[in-house]
């Protein structure tokens, strides 16, 4: 139990550090994205109960994962903003409505896909009741909750940043 206590401290001593950056740091959205990743990492060694060196090697292939995620969720942020200028009544932005709702589909096709390979790639050594934890967490967190707190606001603050006022 030790190993995972020394894996643990530094994820609690993370968000203190964080929260020392200033705000409008140019990096805060990297940093709250790594932020997100460990606390999604976490949750899930906690539930499933892996031990240090299976908790790493999930990190591992969930950065990887990750990574393949960050282009798509951008896709379908900027289509959206795209859509929401078209339904104000940005007459250039109304032109393009029907390939921003075009490339969400397909954004969105695309990140199921990738959520299915993240099960499949991440179950691949467990046992069955552990996959079943597995589909479990991913079913209820899948991402989405990570996505909202990674994305910015209108006056460009994130989550983290709007709670504290």
Known sequence: MKPFRLLVLPLLLLPLVTWAAPPDAPDASERVEKRTRMMRMLSLA???????????????????????????LEQVRSSAQLLRKAAKGDAAAQAQVDQAVQRVFEAKAQLTTLERDLYQALAKD???????????????????????????????????MRWRQ
């Open 126 to 160: 467990l046992p069955p009741q552990k996959r079943a934890q597995l589909a479990i967490s991913l079913a209820r967190h899948g991402g989405r909750k990570e996505a909202n707190l990674m994305k910015p606001d209108r006056d460009g603050r994130h989550a983290r």
């Open 46 to 72: 906690e539930e499933l109960e892996l031990n240090e060196a299976q908790t790493l090697k999930m990190a591992d292939t969930m950065r990887q994962f990750d990574e393949r995620r960050r282009p798509l």
